[in-house]
């Protein structure tokens, strides 16, 4: 079992910035994806930016140039910045854990609440 603790969530004004952090229990050279997801209410959950093992990124078209996701593989953390804040990324964060050739290793962070305030 692997736990997966998020934290930096809160208020901000739009315009601002926070970042989260994603500690794993798991040494990250042994996941090969690393994601952060988000839902806001009465939303279904999407990613937000990915990282491989790798050190590889992709993000949604919507955060582009404005998020950055990184690893910090000796704290086994990965971390998402986010810079110019919109009201719209308003939205419960969730940190996940994939290896590919591991069956069932998909692994979910209990989430951290992100609100944006106009």
């Known amino acids: 079992q692997v736990q997966l603790v998020e934290s930096g969530g809160g208020l901000v004004q739009a315009g601002g910035s926070l970042r989260l952090s994603c500690a794993a229990s798991?040494?990250?050279?042994?996941?090969?994806?690393m994601g952060w997801y988000r839902q806001a209410p009465g939303e279904e959950r999407e990613l937000v930016a990915r990282?491989?093992?790798?050190?590889?990124?992709n993000y949604a078209d919507s955060v582009k140039g404005r998020f950055t996701i990184s690893r910090d593989n000796a704290k086994n953390t990965v971390y998402l910045q986010m810079n110019s804040l919109k009201v719209e990324d308003t939205a419960v964060y969730y940190c996940?854990?994939?290896?590919?050739?591991?069956?069932?290793?998909?692994?979910w962070g209990q989430g951290t609440q992100v609100t944006v305030s106009s």
């Open positions: 996940h854990a994939v290896r590919i050739l591991v069956p069932g290793y998909n692994y």
């Open positions: 798991e040494n990250l050279f042994r996941i090969d994806n």
């Open positions: 990282i491989t093992s790798g050190g590889s990124t």
